[in-house]
C-alpha cells in the first residue's frame, strides 16, 4: 500500500470502545421503550433505486437536490446511499403488501445514514437515526403517541430539549397555499435575499427559514398555512394537540416549522436542544399520507419520526447512571487461572458485568485495571477467595462459589 496515514473517509467517524457503550445503552433503552408500545424492529437495505428518495415531487429539497450519495452500479442502475428512512419504509410496505396486514403496521429501525454535507460537529456525511413509523391509520392517537415516544427517549437519554408543532394541511390546501405564498413574494420581491428569491418557485416555505433582515420583516406578513387549513386537517390537528395537551406534553406552535423533505401532510414537529448550539435538530417527524401511494402502494396514511443518534450521544447522557455490578476476577498466581475462569463465567450468568485478569499484570497492575473498569467488587482468587467490595472497601474470605455469587450480584 502506498504510503501516508489511511484515515476514516472525511465526514465520518469511528466509534471507540469508551463511546460503544452509551450507544449500546441508547439502543437498548430505545429498544425497550419502542417495543413496548408495539413497534416491531426492521430493516431495510443501506442503498435503494435512486427513484425511491427522487421522485419528481421530493426533488425540490436540498436532500434530494444537493445531499444524496448517488452512484451507478455495474449494470448502469442508478443507486443512492438511503438519505433516510421513511421512503425505504413504504418502498418494503408496498412490495411486501403490508397494507393487508393488520392496520397500522407499527415499525421502528435503528442504522446509518448518508448525506453530502459539510462536516462539522454534529454534522455527518455518514451519521445514524434511531426512527419509528406507523403505517396505515391516520387516527390521531398515533401521532401524539410518537410524539410522546420521541419526548420520553430524549427524557431518558437526559438531552434538554424543547418541541417545535404545526400541521402542513394536505396536498390540495398546500398548492393553493402555495400559489397564495408566492403572489405574496412576488409582490414584495426586491425585498427578499437572492435566495429565498431564487427558491419562490421552487420552496417558498424556506424563505420563513432566512436570517435575512428585511426578508424577515416581509415574512413577519406573510400568509400562514395554518390559517388555511381545511375542516377535517384542521380537525385532525386538533385532536393530536388534545392527546398532547392531555398527557402535560409542552410544544410551542411554530406555523413556520419546514421540514428538509417535502412529502409531510398534516403534523409535522422537531426536537430541538440548545446543547447542540447550530446544529440544534434532535429528532423530528410527520404524517405522510401520501407516500406510499407515490411509491405505487394503496392509499396509506403514514406518521413517523427519525432522530439522530450521534446528536442524542452529544446533548444527554443516556445509560450513565445504570449501577449495575461490575466484577474483576484477579489471580494471585497462574495455577488459580482455572478457578478464575469459572467464576467469571458464573457471574456473567447471573448478569454481572465481569472480567478477569488476562494480560499478566502484577497485583497491584490488576487492581489499578480493576479501578479502570469501575468495579464495584474484586473477586481475589488465590488459596482461598476473596471478595472486595469497592464501595465500602470490605474485603473477606468465601467460603464457596454460591456464597460468592450471592456477594456480588445483585
Ligand atoms: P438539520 O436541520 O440539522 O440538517 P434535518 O432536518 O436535515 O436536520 P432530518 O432529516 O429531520 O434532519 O433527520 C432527523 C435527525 O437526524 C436530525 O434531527 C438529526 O438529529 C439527524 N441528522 C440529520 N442529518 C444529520 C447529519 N448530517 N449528521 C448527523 N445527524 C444528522
Ligand atoms: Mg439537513
Request: glycine content about 12%; hydrophobic content about 40%.
Amino acid at each position: 500500500m502506498a504510503g501516508g496515514k489511511l484515515q476514516a473517509p472525511r465526514g465520518t467517524f469511528d466509534v471507540l470502545p469508551q463511546d460503544g457503550e452509551r450507544r449500546e445503552a441508547l439502543r437498548e433503552a430505545s429498544d425497550e421503550l419502542l417495543g413496548l408500545a408495539g413497534y416491531a424492529p426492521f430493516e431495510t437495505p443501506v442503498f435503494e433505486d435512486t427513484e425511491v428518495f427522487a421522485r419528481g415531487v421530493g426533488q425540490s429539497t436540498d436532500i434530494v437536490q444537493k445531499e444524496m450519495f448517488t452512484f451507478e452500479d455495474k449494470g448502469g442502475r442508478s443507486l443512492t446511499l438511503r438519505p433516510e428512512g421513511t421512503a425505504g419504509a413504504c418502498r418494503a410496505y408496498v412490495e411486501h403488501g403490508m397494507h393487508k396486514l393488520a392496520q397500522p403496521v407499527k415499525l421502528r429501525y435503528w442504522g446509518p445514514f448518508f448525506r453530502h454535507e459539510a462536516p462539522q460537529a454534529g454534522r455527518y456525511r455518514q451519521f445514524n437515526q434511531i426512527g419509528a413509523e406507523a403505517l396505515g391509520s391516520d387516527d390521531p392517537s398515533l401521532d401524539a403517541e410518537l410524539i410522546l415516544l420521541l419526548a420520553e427517549l430524549l427524557a431518558d437519554a437526559e438531552v434538554e430539549c424543547r418541541l417545535r408543532l404545526s400541521s402542513l394541511g394536505n396536498a390540495a390546501t398546500r398548492a393553493a397555499y402555495g400559489d397564495e405564498l408566492r403572489t405574496y413574494l412576488r409582490s414584495r420581491e426586491d425585498e427578499l435575499s437572492d435566495e429565498a428569491r431564487g427558491r419562490i418557485d421552487a420552496n417558498p416555505l424556506r424563505a420563513f427559514d432566512s436570517d435575512h433582515e428585511s426578508t424577515r420583516a416581509v415574512m413577519a406578513g406573510a400568509p400562514l398555512l395554518v390559517d388555511r387549513l381545511d375542516p377535517a386537517d384542521a380537525e385532525h390537528f386538533a385532536e393530536v394537540r388534545a392527546f398532547l395537551d392531555d398527557a402535560g406534553q409542552e410544544y410551542d406552535l411554530d406555523p413556520t416549522l419546514v421540514r428538509g423533505l417535502d412529502y409531510y401532510t398534516r403534523t409535522v414537529f422537531e426536537f430541538d436542544s440548545p446543547a447542540l448550539g447550530a446544529q440544534s435538530g434532535v429528532g423530528g417527524g410527520g404524517r405522510y399520507d401520501g407516500l406510499v401511494e407515490q411509491l405505487g402502494g394503496p392509499p396509506t396514511p403514514g406518521v413517523g419520526w427519525a432522530a439522530g443518534i450521534e446528536r442524542i450521544l452529544l446533548a444527554g447522557a443516556p445509560g450513565e447512571a445504570l449501577g449495575l455490578p461490575v466484577a474483576y476476577v484477579a489471580v494471585t498466581a497462574p495455577d488459580h487461572r482455572l478457578t478464575a475462569f469459572k467464576i467469571t463465567d458464573a457471574l456473567r450468568g447471573r448478569g454481572v458485568k465481569a472480567q478477569m485478569e488476562q494480560a499478566g499484570r502484577s497485583m497491584k497492575g490488576q487492581l489499578k485495571q480493576a479501578d479502570r473498569l469501575g468495579a464495584t467488587h474484586v473477586v481475589v482468587v488465590g488459596e482461598q477467595i476473596e471478595v472486595k467490595d469497592m464501595d465500602s472497601g470490605e474485603q473477606g474470605p468465601v467460603a464457596d462459589i454460591h456464597e460468592l455469587l450471592e456477594r456480588v450480584a445483585l
